[in-house]
């Protein structure tokens, strides 16, 4: 009898991680390898929330927990969604799990069918789509390229429907092109999703690492009707620097969380009780160090971005969040000598030592992504090393 089960047979592991993983084997054989493959902040998590956490544990909060997340926790993320996003839910709109990764994975699970389809704008992160075939949705890819800003239009969106049409994934600031959605943009895309009858998957993860003046808004925020059909995803990850805390949580539909907050009590039975004590401190306690991390990014982006973009054949469109660049490389791989992005980016990390992400994975295979959540100095070597790499071969 075969080993493995018929859906997981087409599952391709997160190339994120992969990469990660490959740049580590060669760092383990004593090449200085520079990694620009990883999303996640390089800052410690912020004393008073390791301090929470401790003081949680001495005083014994080291059990289980209810499925959706402590009640404390629950009011911590809606006093937060009120102060940040001028949204309103109650308890029961609310569950907390194991990063934004697995609410995501769990929220598809409890809302498509088979055969039901998920519209996903390329570029996209690398789990939606296989989250969506895991629970037996097809992704439906809507494709926006550099010239639109890695943005899709309501158009496309309208286009793309079918009657098999769940759900839109909506993630601004974007992961990988750092893109962000403007108000009036958000607006058209909810008229459609209102005309259409579709869900919409809010990814907001990356809302508080926005440069240079932008400010978020959240698609929720639109009307009650849009929030009434809008799942919110977000989480502490980046915002706090929490990734190994593996805190996450979605609002919206009382029903919907519910059947996620049942699924979770037979899968997971409650995220770690003492991330979740760190997490009502994230939210409740000061935020400064949000703050200076933010303005640590931005100043990064500052000095790397026209570096990145005056390497011949990079063409960078400048990020308003996250932490990360997507250049188009084509034409430096090519002028390379290589015949595809993929085999360029794996010539940068055996010969130029920097570990990038290929744009292939987030459907974009003219690009490379680059994390830039490492120090100034490594960024300022890791930038000066491709680009003697490629005007060495050009
Ligand atoms: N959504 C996006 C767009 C991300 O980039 C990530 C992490 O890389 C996540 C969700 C998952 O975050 P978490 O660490 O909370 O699971």
Redesign the pocket.
Known sequence: KELLANRVKSLTPSS?LAITAKANELKAQGINVIGLGA??PDFNTPQNILDAAIDSMNKGFTKYTPSGGLPALKDAIIDKLKRDNNLSYNRNEVIVGI????I?YTLFQVILNEGDEVIIPIPY?V?YPEQVKLAGGVPVYVESTKEQNYKITAEQLRNAVTDKTKAVVI?SP??PSGMVYSKEELEEIAKVAVEKDLLIVS?E??EKLLYNGITHFSIAEISEEIKARTIV?N?V??SHSM?GW???YAAGDATIIKSMTDLASHSTSNPTTTSQYATIEAYNGPQDSVEEMRKAFESRLEIIYPKLNAIPGFQVIKPQGAFYLLPDVSEAAEKTGYNSVDEFATALLTEANVAVIPGSGFGVPNAIRLSYATSLELLEEAVSRIENFVKSKW
């Not at 990063?99 to 697995?102: E, F, I, P, S």
């Open positions: 994120t999303g996640e990063g934004a990764k697995h995501l992160w789990s993630n974007s992961n990814d993860i990356y995803v989480g990850a980046k990734t593996r805190i996450g």
